[in-house]
């Protein structure tokens, strides 16, 4: 069984910063991509960045130069680093991987964490 497990978010005021971290563990044989997606207040969950297993990167155009993704393939870990957060960053902020686990190693599977809550409120 292969567990997401999000942590990091909170309450900050306009124009602070956050660091959220999704640990990947269990039994798991190979990360492929990983990302993190947001869900704010009556709205759809959006993609915020995604990165894949050589560090490529991607970000949603609202926090291009402000949320940094990044991973550690030995920890099994992505993180968000995201700066100049706004009230419109708050949100359930989600991380997801695409993941092939030990019990059926033919098949790659997406899993997603339980989320995290980001406030930008002052």
């Known amino acids: 069984q292969v567990q997401l497990v999000e942590s990091g978010g909170g309450l900050v005021q306009p124009g602070g910063s956050l660091r959220l971290s999704c640990a990947a563990s269990g039994s798991i044989f190979l990360i492929y991509d990983m990302g993190w997606y947001r869900q704010a207040p009556g709205k759809q969950r959006e993609l915020v960045a995604g990165?894949?297993?050589?560090?490529?990167?991607n970000y949603t155009d609202s926090v291009k130069g402000r949320f940094t993704i990044s991973r550690d393939n030995a920890e099994n870990t992505v993180y968000l680093q995201m700066n100049s957060l706004e009230p419109e960053d708050t949100a359930v902020y989600y991380c997801n991987a695409d993941i092939i686990d030990t019990a059926n190693m033919l098949i790659l599977r997406t899993y997603w964490g339980k989320g995290t809550l980001v406030t930008v409120s002052s």
């Open positions: 990165i894949t297993t050589d560090g490529t990167t």
